[in-house]
């Protein structure tokens, strides 16, 4: 194992996925300047991610509903949670995206550079948010600059901006959740009056698990969602003729492609446990009260699972690990694919083609964060 890795993913200006594929080729595990345990290997972070025992999720001092939790207590909030993003809950939403994807298509520039990831992603994800959560369209450019403003204090790893920004966003959920408390409940009411007025564990929900729940499906996954729309887009732009391929395939064609352009390329980088003894794992022994990191943008590339990376849909479907794996997988996998694939269509179907633009690169993404920092591309 080697000790203090200067960082844990990518030293400025580098390929996150070329640093962890060279790593991995030595290490199972890095310990980071920041004292973690970062897990490099697919099956590792796999082990790690199913043994809920001895891998807990409290590892934040922060209230996290429900991924800072174990138990019976996760299990208790998770099936609150899961209920807004079944099927059945996100079916009637489908046209609401495809209105939100169609509308932003008509107001792309044609024949310009623009940013896959700040002008077509960041605006897409705000707004398809915002329609689903029935939160108002005059947010739009504060959530864009809070985006930006996160990833800016992310990169930077200043906790004091981080800590002042996650209150900024919380100011922005109260501002929308003290309405409608108020309010009576009716019968087509957005998503967030609903769960404002949720008794489904047999009383409402306080403010402050209401703000930790929707903070973690808007703050975190509006990046999101943002990131993957400049993966998928450089990956289409990078190859003329893919274009024409998917303008004719299937809903199910179209998510598969997604999920394996992720798979390569995953922008959603790591999530933390911690270890609730000492634990053996990639030849390490780890202490008790360790903070382990499950590197899925690595993991998802480990050569022992998916050779040398060709892109193959069918064959590295079950192992992809883009949303997780284990009690905590992500309950917003239906949500963001369904955006994503809505979004993706509505790009190919709206423009003859889209090509990266000339004497401009795109940029990486500065560690912790994955994906692209900006991808410059031109519709026509
Ligand atoms: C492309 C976008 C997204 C990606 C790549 C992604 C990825 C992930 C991953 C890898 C996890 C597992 C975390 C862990 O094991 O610690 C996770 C958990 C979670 N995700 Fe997502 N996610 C996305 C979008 C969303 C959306 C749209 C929502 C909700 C609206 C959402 C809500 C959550 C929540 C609440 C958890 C915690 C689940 C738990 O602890 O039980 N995600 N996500």
């Not at 896959?116 to 450019?141: D, H, M, N, T, Y």
Request: charged share 25%; proline share 4%.
């Amino acid at each position: 194992m080697t000790d203090h890795i200067l960082d844990d993913i990518s030293p400025e200006g580098r390929d996150l996925r070329e640093y962890t594929d060279e790593l991995r080729k030595s290490h199972a595990v890095v310990k980071n300047t920041f004292n973690e345990w970062v897990l490099l290997k697919h099956a590792d972070v796999v082990a790690a991610a199913m043994d809920h025992e001895r891998f807990s999720n409290a590892a934040s001092r922060y209230l996290q509903i429900p991924n800072g939790m174990d138990g019976d207590e996760h299990t208790y909030y998770r099936k609150v949670i899961d209920r807004y993003l079944s099927k059945e809950a996100l079916q009637p939403y489908i046209p609401t995206f495809q209105k939100v994807a169609t509308q932003l298509m008509t107001e792309l520039p044609r024949g310009e550079v623009l940013d896959a990831v700040s002008e077509i992603g960041a605006v897409f994800a705000v707004r398809a948010q915002c329609e689903w959560l029935g939160w108002p369209k005059e947010l739009e450019p504060r959530l864009l600059q809070w985006m930006t403003d996160n990833h800016a204090a992310i990169r930077s790893r200043s906790h004091k901006e981080m800590s002042d920004l996650a209150t900024q966003f919380d100011e922005i959920i109260r501002s929308v959740i003290h309405p409608r408390r108020a309010n009576k409940v009716q019968e087509n009411d957005d998503v967030t009056t609903r769960l404002c007025h949720d008794i489904s564990l047999g009383r409402l929900l306080t403010e402050t698990e209401l703000i930790s729940i929707m903070r973690n499906w808007t703050a975190g996954d509006l990046g999101s969602i943002a990131l993957c729309v400049g993966v998928i887009a450089h990956h289409i732009a990078h190859q003329p003729t893919l274009a024409e391929q998917l303008r004719t395939a299937e809903d199910k064609e179209i998510e598969a492609f997604i999920d394996e352009v992720l798979r390569i390329d995953d922008p959603f980088v790591s999530n933390r446990r911690i270890t609730n003894c000492s634990v053996q794992i990639g030849g390490q022994d780890v202490p008790k009260g360790a903070i382990v990191k499950l590197h899925w943008t690595s993991a998802n590339r480990d050569e022992l699972l998916f050779g040398d990376n060709k892109f193959d849909p069918k064959k590295n479907r079950k192992n992809n690990l883009v949303y997780g794996v284990g009690k905590h997988a992500c309950p917003g996998r239906l949500l963001a694919t369904w955006e994503l694939r809505i979004m993706v269509r509505t790009l190919l179907s709206s423009v003859q083609t889209i090509t990266l633009a000339q004497n401009q690169e795109a940029e990486r993404e500065i560690a912790p964060l994955g994906g692209f920092h900006r991808v410059p591309v031109v519709l026509s």
